[in-house]
């Protein structure tokens, strides 16, 4: 190897982490994937750089190239809790699309690529490549197959970010390194969350739809709860671990009332109770040694800033800048600031009880007499609850939650924590069991839930896209096997973490498996899925766990060309769905940008960039439809929305839009008002539109048309 070529390797190694660091910075800047994009290259040149001649600088290479893997999750939390908590089709599809890259990377270069794959890692892969490849696949009995693009992108993504790190050999170190970079990730967001609250002048923000429940910087209120909940049982464990260093148990006991606080604030009962059920598990599993000091640091000084932030009544309305809202959110703020400097204090002060629990040594005996201890006061507390009525108790909230009536008002949003109401979630459900058994192979196809919605009567008074439950709507789009699918490789996760609860770092997963059991929980009751600002660090962390541990002295397997070619093509292979849905996404958005701005022709131009991109997507043509009656032109736009009526037949939006464009030419619209009526009887254009053009004469037809209103996605 040249002098010259080793220089420019060592100057890519050396400038990797300040290329990252500033492409991070950036792409949180813009809002855009450009943070994400402009990691390829740092990625590549750690990869050259492990391939030098020179043994140490090979060497160095690597190690950074296995820190900026272990970073990664907490660049993907970052990104996607700036952009929607990556709900929308761009940011997951990007993020495949920079996650594959990588895979495609560690695959060419590394000495042993599949070094992690076990029995485990291999099964969770193969299940969650199934349900990848199921989802995609159900475009073909689906009326709406563009939906499904976006769909497997995302499901792709997920599927990439597990291969990448059960690739990966787990060892004990690698995982606490990577859970604290989670935490650090995790904090990040809910420190800006909770200031935009408390703060506001500091950090002013747009009102949301609900503005009396904090959401921002992902938007989504119970996103957010769940993420600050995984966040603080993370968080329990670092405090509680003898394991960690000093610094990272003071700094985790810091960081726990900050995250109860941001969960408090979003007012989200299932991320609360899927936050307790994670306590739970940690605490019974883990047993961790340093739990008493943890608890002790943390259990007061969080008691105390929730609080303070409860008793801030102003703070969960409507109108949280309010100057009597802004006195409250000052005083929270100083109660949360004392808070966490008291949990540093209080655990830097059971350090010493640390130290001697390190040097206390169980015995079998004593090791029995805890488990007894332990059972004990489990048959203790079953017999207290049922002492107190908790049955009777239990039996009257599970009434009021089925109660279809039960939903929650705005203006009592305080008083939701204690109210079961389900909030029309039984009505979520039902309409997925309704189309589950019409077609219980394989459902419906992905993504086509929102199209039975808005048949329904329920939809008139709660407009929502996702079903709020993982599994059901996974039985309503992609039938039993596609539950079965996903649902297996959630439980072969889990399976790789119960087995892993035996040795030494017990607690470590013991954490891990109490932060599926709340994800788990709380996607059973909401979009969670579809969010991967918290799904995604499911699929780091239980790759990371379940892939196999080094082999002792077992030398590298270094795979021939052949095989990581075949790998490397699969790779680029799962790469072209989430590559064509960011292209199209990224052009649709622009044409929808542009058309809310009346700048038709660039609009027209972006549409045609989305639909070159992904035909089967029908939403550019919707937009080309619009900007064709705005031109003038409403022939030319009937064709372009029965174009969108072909790609996505059972949706009232665009046969209401074609019903417009006919009344502009000066056509009979009253047959595409029928059919948008019985798709969406319940949806208030058709009804205006139905009597809007309730004439037969074409001149009221033409002259109507332009007054019709728009849709909601085109309307600025």
Known sequence: MTATRSRWLLWAARAA??????????????????????????????????????????????????AFLLVLPGVLIVFFAFNGGGFFPFAPAVAAVFVAFVVLLRVV????????????????????????????????????????????????????????????????????????????????????????????????????????????????????????????????????????PAPVRLAAAAVIPVLATTLLFTFSRGA??????????????????????????????????????????????????TPTAVSQGHHVTLVVVLCVAGAVILRALCLRLDRRLVRLRFSSRMARMSRLASVGAGVALIVALLAIGAPHWADRQYHRFVNPRATIGAANTRGRLTDPANNGRIDNWRVAMREFRHSKFHGDGAGTFVLAWDRDPASLSNPVVNAHSVYVENLSDLGLVGFALIVGGLVTLLVGLARRTRGPSRSLYAALIGIFVAWMFEAGLDWQWQMPVVTSILFALGGLAVARSPGGEREPRVAGPVPRAAVAAVVVALAVVPLLVAVSQAHLDDSVSSFQAEDCPAAESAARSATDALPAR????????????????????????????????????????????????????RPEIRRAQQLG????????????????????????????PLPDELAS
């Open 109 to 244: 270069f590394a000495d042993d690529p599949f070094e992690g794959f076990g029995r485990l890692a291999v099964a969770a892969v193969a299940l969650f490549a199934l349900y990848a490849g199921w989802v995609f696949l159900s475009q073909a009995w689906s009326h709406a197959p563009g939906r499904a693009y976006t769909e497997t992108s995302r499901a792709l993504l997920y599927l990439l970010v597990l291969v990448l790190f059960a690739s990966l050999a787990s060892t004990s170190e690698r995982l606490r390194w990577l859970v604290r970079v989670v935490v650090a990730a995790i904090t990040v967001v809910c420190v800006c969350g909770l200031i935009t609250r408390v703060l506001p002048h500091v950090w002013p923000i747009t009102p949301n739809i609900v503005n009396n429940r904090l959401g921002y910087p992902i938007t989504y209120w119970n996103t957010l709860g769940l993420l600050a909940a995984l966040g603080a049982v993370l968080a329990l464990h670092l405090t509680s671990s003898l394991h960690e």
């Open 681 to 708: 009887p319940y949806q208030v254009l058709p009804a205006d539109a139905a009597d809007l053009f309730d004439t037969s004469s074409p001149r009221v037809w033409i002259r109507r048309a332009p007054t019709a």
């Open 17 to 66: 982490p300040m290329a990252v660091l500033a492409g991070v910075l950036f792409g949180i800047a813009a809002g855009a994937a450009a943070g994400l994009l402009s990691a390829l290259a740092i990625c590549f040149g750690f990869a050259l750089a492990s391939q030098l001649e020179t043994p140490e600088l090979g060497a160095l290479a690597g190690r950074l190239g296995n």
């Open 618 to 669: 029908p939403e550019a043509y919707q937009i080309l439809g619009y900007c064709a009656l705005h031109d003038g032109t409403p022939a030319h736009g009937i064709g372009e929305l029965q174009s969108a009526v072909k790609r996505d037949p059972d949706n009232w939006e665009y046969h209401y839009s074609l019903a417009v464009m006919l009344a502009a030419a000066g056509h009979d619209p």
């Open 272 to 321: 609360i109770a899927a936050a307790i059920a994670g306590f739970v598990v940690y605490i019974l599993l883990g047993r961790a040694r340093g739990l008493l000091s943890g608890l002790i640091a943390t259990g007061p000084t969080t008691a105390i800033s929730l609080v303070a932030a409860y008793q801030a009544d102003q703070l969960s309305t409507l109108t949280p800048t």
